[in-house]
């Protein structure tokens, strides 16, 4: 059974291979480039661009109520985005040097590059711009905890899961002691 896994992994990471490039091509095909970590479009493809920009107050003005009622909702999430920030920032610099664990970048992980496309307004950059901040920090803490989880339980689940991040496969099997105690205490010692 092992074996079989073994294999669907191996497939599984030839496909991530794959859509990298295939996003490789979405550089030629969308006409930008980076120059020192910053998004560049051709002026042609940003007059381009320009033009689907939606104007920010009749952007504002025809908002629908639903979307303008959770507002608050949304945006209020920032003080506890901000603490969990803060606790895993913490966290990692308390005990990842005490396990022997390489720290996590955050700046791998909070990517802000939206504010470079043109065709939107300046409350969708401000909206991008949070849900960037949201689901980098989500991401960030993923990987945090499953360095944490490789070093402390690297045990798989009895079942499926439905996400798992990319220590998991290295895991021992739900019941496998022997495997556990090859994998119990294995630092995180570099950074991919």
Same mark, same amino acid.
């Given at each position: 059974?092992?074996?079989n896994?073994?294999?669907?992994?191996? #497939?599984?990471?030839a496909?991530e291979n794959?859509?990298k490039?295939?996003?490789e #091509?979405?550089?030629s095909?969308?006409?930008?480039?980076?120059?020192?970590?910053k998004v =560049?479009?051709?002026?042609?493809?940003?007059?381009?661009?320009k033009?689907?920009?939606? $104007?920010?107050?009749s952007?504002i @003005? $025809?908002a629908k109520l639903?979307?303008?009622l959770s507002l608050?909702i949304i945006?209020g999430?920032i @003080?506890?985005l901000?603490?969990?920030?803060? @606790? &895993?920032w913490?966290?990692?610099?308390?005990?990842?040097? &005490?396990?022997?664990?390489?720290k996590?970048?955050?700046?791998?992980?909070?990517?802000y590059d939206?504010?470079f496309l043109?065709y939107? $307004?300046l &409350?969708? #950059? =401000?909206?991008?711009?949070?849900c960037s901040?949201?689901?980098g920090?989500?991401?960030?803490s993923v990987?945090?905890?499953?360095?944490?989880?490789?070093?402390?339980?690297?045990?798989k689940s009895?079942?499926?899961?439905?996400f798992?991040?990319r220590y998991y496969k290295?895991f021992?099997d739900?019941?496998d002691?022997?495997?556990f105690s090859?994998?119990f205490?294995?630092?995180v010692?570099?950074v991919?």
């Amino acid at each position: 059974m092992q074996s079989n896994i073994s294999e669907i992994i191996k #497939k599984l990471e030839a496909l991530e291979n794959e859509l990298k490039l295939e996003y490789e #091509k979405l550089l030629s095909k969308y006409e930008y480039k980076f120059e020192k970590g910053k998004v =560049v479009f051709l002026e042609a493809i940003r007059l381009h661009n320009k033009s689907f920009k939606q $104007n920010l107050f009749s952007y504002i @003005f $025809n908002a629908k109520l639903r979307h303008i009622l959770s507002l608050p909702i949304i945006y209020g999430m920032i @003080f506890p985005l901000i603490t969990l920030d803060l @606790f &895993l920032w913490v966290y990692q610099a308390w005990a990842f040097p &005490l396990w022997g664990i390489a720290k996590v970048r955050r700046s791998e992980f909070l990517i802000y590059d939206r504010q470079f496309l043109d065709y939107l $307004n300046l &409350l969708q #950059k =401000v909206n991008c711009l949070y849900c960037s901040y949201a689901n980098g920090l989500f991401a960030y803490s993923v990987e945090i905890a499953a360095r944490t989880e490789r070093y402390w339980c690297p045990i798989k689940s009895a079942k499926n899961l439905r996400f798992s991040h990319r220590y998991y496969k290295e895991f021992a099997d739900y019941g496998d002691p022997k495997g556990f105690s090859e994998a119990f205490n294995q630092s995180v010692t570099s950074v991919e």
